[in-house]
């Protein structure tokens, strides 16, 4: 399984797809109630022309479109969970197109001033559904009403603007306007569809972001609490153990005090590190002056800030020597270490991690490799989040992660998780290279 945790620049068709997904659900109750409302108005305006207006019209093969249309709501209704989608809701219009061809072809053809409800299926069809149903539909109702002109049953109420009973110039006129304004719908309402799902759908993004946003703003103000905090005892505490190791080397002469000295103030040292780490230098790269730096010594730099024997298994590997990139070094070697310290917490100590790097195609991209236990889907979903960790309590704060996506996402990169359930995890960080 693979799942990018960084936020993309821009958007895809496939975005613009999942944008408009909800459109047909939430568009259903009214358009059920829109297709109930034209066929009540289709049934009134039968059933007033032939009773009152005195139009002759087949009533009995009138009522066979009409039942079968309004079939089309309580079908969808009654399959809710499986057929309120898009295909769904394509094929009700397609359905209601049909039935209409059917009823003007047995209300007067081309001359049922009526002609133009085709226009209503296709602006339905253009605000919710996708250009594809859109033009299906369009060239549909287009060809349906092409097909009124040699299959109909004449209504000589209906003929009475013009007297021929061959070819009318007048409704073929009609059927040209027709074609033109469908294609002009089609064209226009897709458009400005697609670019409210395209605002839409950068909304959701600026929202997300924003979030995100509170979320590392909240980290930074507590690793900056953290750091004034501790920094005073920290500072004591380094002062004290300084005098404890000159005092028993010189007054004691005991070696073995003043090693355990030397060790209380390298503790303290990595204390001060891990806080670093967390301050706003580590969550805010490009507040860091990016200066040239050697792939083969970014990587020597990140393998020798572990301590034997974490060391011997780190393994990295450079394509093509000699290589510069300018990046950020402190953020960047901060964020190499805290993957491969995942790499290796995964392998338990016992499997090599491989580091590599390489440039192709006008990127950078960082690629660390283990064979330890995987991470099942649910982990993958929440990997990047702040304060999320699977490692065990004093192990981690969760943040590692974190901080490495907030800094890919500071320089335009990716970060990229593909891993399967004891099959090991790969990780690819991939930044965008300077141009000259």
Same mark, same amino acid.
């Given at each position: 399984?693979? @799942?990018?945790?960084?936020?993309?620049?821009?958007?895809?068709?496939?975005?613009?797809?999942?944008?408009?997904?909800?459109?047909?659900?939430? $568009?259903?109750?009214?358009?059920?109630?829109?297709?109930?409302?034209?066929?009540?108005?289709?049934?009134?305006?039968?059933?007033?022309?032939?009773?009152?207006?005195?139009?002759?019209?087949?009533?009995?093969?009138?009522?066979?479109?009409?039942?079968?249309?309004?079939?089309?709501?309580?079908?969808?209704?009654?399959?809710?969970?499986?057929?309120?989608?898009?295909?769904?809701?394509?094929?009700?219009?397609?359905?209601?197109?049909?039935?209409?061809?059917?009823?003007?072809?047995?209300?007067?053809?081309?001359?049922?001033?009526?002609?133009?409800?085709?226009?209503?299926?296709?602006?339905?069809?253009?605000?919710?559904?996708?250009?594809?149903?859109?033009?299906?539909?369009?060239?549909?109702?287009?060809?349906?009403?092409?097909?009124?002109?040699?299959?109909?049953?004449? *209504?000589?109420?209906?003929?009475?603007?013009?007297?021929?009973?061959?070819?009318?110039?007048?409704?073929?006129?009609?059927?040209? $306007?027709?074609?033109?304004?469908?294609?002009?719908?089609?064209?226009?309402?897709?458009?400005?569809?697609?670019?409210?799902?395209?605002?839409?759908?950068?909304?959701?993004?600026?929202?997300?972001?924003?979030?995100?946003?509170?979320?590392?703003?909240?980290?930074?103000?507590?690793?900056?609490?953290?750091?004034?905090?501790?920094?005073?005892?920290?500072?004591?505490?380094? @002062?004290?153990?300084?005098?404890?190791?000159?005092?028993?080397?010189?007054?004691?002469?005991?070696?073995? *005090?003043?090693?355990?000295?030397?060790?209380?103030?390298?503790? *303290?040292?990595?204390?001060?590190?891990?806080?670093?780490?967390?301050?706003?230098?580590?969550?805010?790269?490009?507040?860091?002056?990016?200066?040239?730096?050697?792939?083969?010594?970014?990587?020597?730099?990140?393998?020798?800030?572990?301590?034997?024997?974490?060391?011997?298994?780190?393994?990295?590997?450079?394509?093509?020597?000699?290589?510069?990139?300018?990046?950020?070094?402190?953020?960047?070697?901060?964020?190499?270490?805290?993957? @491969?310290?995942?790499?290796?917490?995964?392998?338990?100590?016992?499997?090599? @991690?491989?580091?590599?790097?390489?440039?192709?195609?006008?990127?950078?991209?960082?690629?660390?490799?283990?064979?330890?236990?995987?991470?099942?889907?649910?982990?993958?979903?929440?990997?990047?989040?702040?304060?999320?960790?699977?490692?065990?309590?004093?192990?981690?704060?969760?943040?590692?992660?974190?901080?490495?996506?907030?800094?890919?996402?500071?320089?335009?990169?990716?970060?990229?998780?593909?891993?399967?359930?004891?099959?090991?995890?790969?990780?690819?960080?991939?930044?965008?290279?300077?141009?000259?």
């Amino acid at each position: 399984m693979r @799942v990018s945790v960084t936020q993309r620049r821009d958007l895809s068709a496939a975005d613009l797809r999942s944008a408009g997904e909800a459109a047909p659900s939430l $568009a259903f109750p009214w358009v059920a109630k829109l297709r109930y409302g034209l066929l009540a108005g289709e049934c009134a305006l039968i059933l007033a022309a032939h009773y009152i207006f005195g139009v002759e019209l087949p009533i009995l093969w009138l009522a066979l479109p009409v039942a079968v249309a309004a079939l089309g709501n309580p079908l969808l209704e009654r399959f809710t969970g499986a057929f309120r989608d898009r295909r769904a809701l394509g094929i009700l219009l397609t359905l209601d197109t049909l039935c209409l061809t059917a009823l003007l072809s047995l209300t007067g053809g081309p001359a049922n001033p009526f002609t133009l409800l085709y226009l209503v299926q296709i602006t339905l069809s253009a605000v919710i559904l996708s250009k594809e149903w859109t033009w299906v539909i369009g060239g549909l109702s287009v060809a349906g009403y092409a097909f009124l002109f040699p299959v109909h049953v004449r *209504v000589p109420v209906f003929e009475s603007h013009h007297t021929s009973e061959g070819f009318s110039v007048h409704l073929a006129g009609m059927w040209i $306007a027709f074609a033109a304004a469908s294609l002009v719908i089609t064209i226009f309402i897709g458009k400005v569809s697609e670019a409210l799902r395209r605002r839409e759908q950068e909304a959701l993004l600026l929202r997300d972001q924003a979030a995100r946003d509170e979320r590392l703003a909240a980290i930074v103000t507590l690793a900056a609490g953290a750091a004034h905090e501790l920094g005073t005892p920290l500072g004591t505490i380094a @002062v004290v153990s300084k005098d404890l190791e000159l005092y028993a080397e010189r007054e004691l002469g005991n070696g073995e *005090v003043a090693t355990e000295a030397r060790l209380i103030r390298s503790e *303290v040292d990595r204390c001060r590190g891990i806080l670093q780490q967390m301050s706003i230098r580590g969550a805010e790269p490009l507040g860091e002056t990016p200066v040239p730096l050697g792939l083969s010594e970014a990587l020597g730099s990140v393998k020798q800030g572990f301590i034997s024997p974490e060391r011997e298994l780190v393994r990295t590997e450079v394509a093509g020597e000699g290589q510069e990139v300018t990046l950020p070094p402190d953020a960047t070697r901060q964020a190499l270490t805290a993957l @491969v310290r995942n790499a290796l917490d995964a392998s338990d100590g016992s499997h090599p @991690v491989l580091l590599t790097a390489e440039c192709a195609q006008g990127k950078l991209r960082f690629t660390v490799e283990d064979s330890g236990c995987g991470m099942r889907r649910e982990t993958l979903d929440r990997v990047a989040q702040p304060f999320f960790t699977t490692k065990p309590p004093g192990r981690g704060m969760g943040l590692g992660t974190f901080l490495v996506r907030a800094y890919a996402e500071a320089l335009n990169g990716s970060l990229e998780f593909e891993s399967e359930a004891g099959a090991g995890t790969k990780v690819t960080l991939e930044l965008p290279l300077p141009r000259p």
